[in-house]
Structure formats: structure tokens, C-alpha cells
């Protein structure tokens, strides 16, 4: 019986859902080739902005934004995955052990503390330190608030591996080091690998932490996107926007093939 | 086993971000330096500050101080009604995904999700760029006759309401989905069965049933609405000045006052770790059931 699964108006809902998620976005997309330098008049179809970023006057700004912001990115992310696959690894493998759900709760902490209070806790800590803020300061924020984004896909995929396999290995001699290399990280790639593209884009997400750390001088492709919005919304911002927002798809899309394609195969 | 596999995660989150939290709360004792920074001296002068008004000149007797208090209850305030609206657009759009077929719910979820991923920054312009008194959706309503006269919809409370929304919808639809896909529907075919309607079967067993999912989902837009900076900072105007600004503000260059910042993140964390408590207590006794 079809009929109690379906309640009137529910359809509608869902497509005005799908309306105001999306709407924003694309029409941000369609006036990024706008030709005209009025970001409200329609001057007909052109790329002049994408030039723009990259070869405009605020070209090396935007440019050295998306460098920290891409190698902060790819070192935050990296380890986060290693520390957080070690973590997923003791807590799913080691069996019950002293302070397992305190380390859980740890583990969530940056879930749990907001965004605003992180960052006015993390430039404390440095401040006082003595660090100065810049490239290190960020990188250090970002590889800890990535750690539970990268958690979570490989904990999850962790147990749903039998430990068989890792028993089967080291019945057969497997040291255990090969039997991790060998035999359980190909079967916890597909996890390995969501948890390090969320780490990603998480890190290159992050403007309110970044902003409080990066001392002065120091930009990343948000904070610098800030500033521009600041004095008004100019017609180059909508094409990195519209870049941003492609890469941002594009790594959403291969984590979800990469999850789908896991899911089928053991 | 566990202990050098843990090690690197102690490390860090005890280092940057337990013992930092740690910090700020000491922090928030201390004496202001004028040029942004501390003297390491004991002092409750920043909770003073936000809950004791002792007049201009501090001679006056003392009073509350409604300003600050203001400032939370009016952040409260929006990020109760964004939690509502992402409730009333959330619960349908998750209900419908979870009823389409295996197949194609997959694809639904990663439409809601999408966007989540993109940039939060970027979402937010795009909505202002949007919504703004001569922007596209404006010149869209003004063409079609429904308004003569733009709508001024940035710098406001509405504004501020819709991008906390927008922000953070898909944590509303994924618990509450969660939740619907479990239920098992031979409950409302029995009730249906013995002539209930279907808003009847919704209220009296759908909802206490998925109770947990609306629960969850709730929490998750509200804790993120409550410390929310850009959709108040980049849609909002003074008048709709919030937690996250306010906090912001004590950090920015040298007019800054750090304990007061400390001592509103500590009051705005206590807040969120009171939202949390309430959610594991409700948890807690649907499990016990």
C-alpha cells in the first residue's frame, strides 16, 4: 500500500527546497559571464571576469589567496587522514581500553565547541605562546578541526570491515604491519579517501578560525573574498565564486562515487 | 594497542583546542590591556561588564545591563526561528526523499548535500547578491507586477533568518531522513486500516516515532545559528547585531577588549553545552522507553 507513505504538498516542499538551495548559487553562476561592468545590467555573454582573476589588478592578491589556501588545504588534510585513521584504527580495532569514551568525546570536541569560540580560544593559546600568527598558525587550527571530518567516514567504513580478513593475514604470518598495509588499508580506501576529500573541503571552507589566526597581512581565498565583499559585491568575486563552487562539486561528486563504488564491492 | 595510535589525536585536539578552551576560560578573569591583550592580574571586570550597568561614569548604583543580554536573547530569538523554518521545509523534503524508491534516494540526498559542501562564505554572498534592493530576485518580482517597489530585504531580521536557513538546512533533512527511513510504515497501514487519516497517523504516531530524528536535527541547526558571524555579518545590519559579531569585535585590532571576548565565548559555549545536555537527556529517556 502506497497511499500512508504519501502526504500532499510534500513534493512541493522538496522542490522549493531544491529551489532556494540552488537558486542563489546559480544565479551567482550565470552573471559570473556577465560582459557588463554593472554587476545589475545584462552586457551579454563573456569570460572578461575569469580573465580578470587571473590577470587583473587584484590578480597576485586572489593568487597568492588560493596558494595558502590550496597547500594549507592538501597539508591539513593529509594529516588529518593519518592521525585520524590511527585513531578510527584503536578505537574500532583495539577492543574496549581505559578512557576509550573520553577519547571519543575528544575526538568530537571541534564538532561540539563553535566555530567562533575555537577561534577566539586558538588566537589566545598562540598569543600567548608567542607564536606569530600566520601560515603556521592556520595550518595547525585546520589540521585540528579536521581530524572529526576525517574521523568519521573512516571509523564508519572501519566497522564495517570484518576483522577477519586482518586474522586470516595474520594466521598466514603476516607481520602486523603487513597485514595493515596489505591486506586492511585497500579494503579501508574508499573511506580513507571521503575522509580526506571532507578534510579538504572543509579546510578550504573555513573562513571565521582563519580569520582570527592569520595575522596580518596573511590571506586565504575566503578571507581575501571577505575583504573584497566588504566594500561591494564586484563581478570578478562572482567568477571565483563560480570557481570555488566547481571545485567544491567536483570533490562532493567524487566522494560520493568513490562512497558508492566501496559500498558495492567488499 | 590503542595508546600510540591515539597519541597524535591527544596531541593535537588537547593541545590546540582543549587546552585553549581552557585558556579563554582563564582569560576571562583577567585584566584588559588597552591595546588588545591581558595583564595577568584577577579581574571579574569583563562579566561585569556584560551583566552589571553601573551608568556612564560607574557611579550609579548597580543595575543589569540589558545590552548584552539583549544581544544573546535576540540571537536566540534568530536562531530559533531559522531552526523553525529549516523544522518546516526540513521535515517534508526529508519525508519525501526517504518514501522514493532505494534508487533513487541516494540521489536526492546528494542534491540537499550539495550545497552544503560549497563554501559558506560563498553561499552567503550569493544569497545577498541575490536578495539585495536591486538584485535579481527584486527585478524578477518588479517584472513580473507583484511589487512596485523593491523589497529591502538585506539588513534585515528576515534576511539574517533566511541565510542561517540557508546555511544549514541539510542538517535539518539528514537526522530527520535518518530517522524516517527506519520507520517501519506497518504502523500507519494499521492505523490507517482502523480509519485514522493520514494527518491523524502523522501526529499520533509518525512524529513520537521519529521524535529523536527532529530532535537531532534541531540541535544541529541551532548550536551553528547561535555563534553564526557571516549570515548576521554580511546580511544583517546593526540592528540585527549578533553573538558572533559581538565576540568578533573584542578581537579586531586595538580597540578590542580580549577577557570580554573570552567571557561571551564562555557565555555562548555554556549556552551550546546546555543545548547539548538538554539533547543526550531527551535521547537518553527515548532510549529508556
Given amino acids: ?266 | 594497542m590503542a595508546f600510540p595510535l591515539l597519541l597524535p589525536t591527544w596531541a593535537m585536539i588537547g593541545i590546540f583546542l582543549l587546552l585553549p578552551v581552557i585558556l579563554m576560560a582563564i582569560y576571562s578573569f583577567l585584566t584588559k590591556e588597552f591595546r588588545g591583550g591581558v595583564v595577568w592580574e584577577f579581574s571579574l571586570a569583563a562579566y561585569d561588564q556584560f551583566f552589571v550597568n553601573r551608568g556612564l561614569f560607574g557611579d550609579e548604583p548597580a543595575t543589569l545591563e540589558w545590552t548584552y543580554i539583549g544581544i544573546f536573547w535576540r540571537s536566540i530569538w534568530q536562531a530559533i526561528v531559522a531552526t523553525t523554518i529549516c523544522l518546516l521545509i526540513g521535515f517534508p523534503t526529508a519525508w519525501f526523499i526517504a518514501t522514493r524508491a532505494p534508487t533513487t534516494r541516494g540521489v536526492w540526498l546528494f542534491l540537499i548535500t550539495i550545497p552544503y559542501w560549497v563554501n559558506l562564505l560563498i553561499r552567503t554572498v550569493s544569497l545577498k547578491f541575490l536578495i539585495r534592493d536591486n538584485g535579481p530576485l527584486n527585478e524578477f518580482l518588479m517584472g513580473l507586477g507583484v511589487i512596485d517597489s523593491p523589497l529591502p530585504l538585506v539588513n534585515t531580521n528576515l534576511a539574517v533568518q533566511l541565510g542561517l536557513f540557508y546555511s544549514y538546512l541539510p542538517f535539518m533533512v539528514l537526522p530527520i531522513y535518518a530517522a524516517v527511513e527506519r520507520y517501519d510504515f506497518a504502523y500507519s497501514e494499521a492505523a490507517a486500516d482502523l480509519y485514522a487519516s493520514r494527518w491523524v497517523i502523522m501526529r499520533e504516531i509518525i512524529m513520537p516515532i521519529v521524535k529523536p530524528g527532529i530532535i537531532a536535527g534541531c540541535i544541529l541547526v541551532f548550536v551553528p545559528s547561535l555563534g553564526a558571524f557571516l549570515a548576521p555579518d554580511l546580511l544583517g545590519g546593526a540592528k540585527t547585531f549578533m553573538i558572533g559579531s559581538l565576540i568578533e569585535e573584542q578581537f579586531r585590532g586595538s580597540l578590542g577588549n580580549w577577557p570580554f571576548g573570552a567571557a561571551v565565548s564562555m557565555i555562548l559555549m555554556s549556552l551550546v553545552l546546555m543545548a547539548l545536555l538538554f539533547y543526550a537527556r531527551s535521547m537518553a529517556r527515548e532510549g529508556t522507553r
Fill in chain 1, 1 to 266: 500500500m502506497k497511499g500512508v507513505r504519501h502526504y500532499p504538498g510534500f513534493l512541493s516542499i522538496t522542490l522549493l527546497c531544491l529551489v532556494v538551495l540552488y537558486g542563489p548559487l546559480l544565479v551567482v553562476t550565470a552573471y559570473s559571464f556577465n560582459g557588463s561592468t554593472s554587476i545589475t545590467q545584462w552586457g551579454g555573454f563573456s569570460l572578461r571576469w575569469y580573465i580578470d582573476v587571473f590577470t587583473g589588478p587584484e590578480a597576485p592578491r586572489f593568487r597568492s589567496a588560493a596558494w595558502n589556501s590550496l597547500t594549507i588545504a592538501i597539508m591539513a588534510a593529509i594529516s588529518a587522514t593519518m592521525i585520524a585513521t590511527a585513531a578510527a584504527l584503536a578505537m574500532m580495532r583495539a577492543g574496549r581500553f581505559r578512557g576509550k569514551s573520553l577519547t571519543f568525546a575528544l575526538i568530537n570536541l571541534p564538532l561540539m565547541v563553535p566555530e567562533i569560540v575555537t577561534a577566539v580560544a586558538t588566537l589566545i593559546f598562540f598569543s600567548m605562546i608567542g607564536l606569530t600568527t600566520g601560515y603556521l598558525t592556520i595550518l595547525l587550527a585546520h589540521i585540528t578541526f579536521c581530524i572529526p571530518f576525517a574521523y568519521l567516514p573512516i571509523a564508519a567504513r572501519l566497522q564495517g570491515i570484518d576483522d577477519s580478513y586482518e586474522q586470516a593475514a595474520r594466521d598466514l604470518y603476516a607481520s602486523r604491519t603487513q597485514s595493515f598495509f596489505l591486506i586492511l588499508l585497500p579494503l579501508m580506501a574508499p573511506g580513507v579517501i571521503s575522509g580526506f576529500l571532507l578534510a579538504f573541503i572543509i579546510s578550504l571552507d573555513d573562513f571565521i578560525i582563519t580569520n582570527f589566526v592569520k595575522g596580518a597581512g596573511m590571506e586565504t581565498l575566503p578571507t581575501a573574498i571577505f575583504g573584497s565583499v566588504k566594500l561591494g559585491i564586484k563581478p570578478n568575486i562572482m567568477a571565483i565564486s563560480t570557481l570555488m563552487l566547481g571545485v567544491s562539486v567536483l570533490f562532493v561528486t567524487l566522494s560520493y562515487l568513490i562512497n558508492r563504488k566501496g559500498r558495492q564491492s567488499p
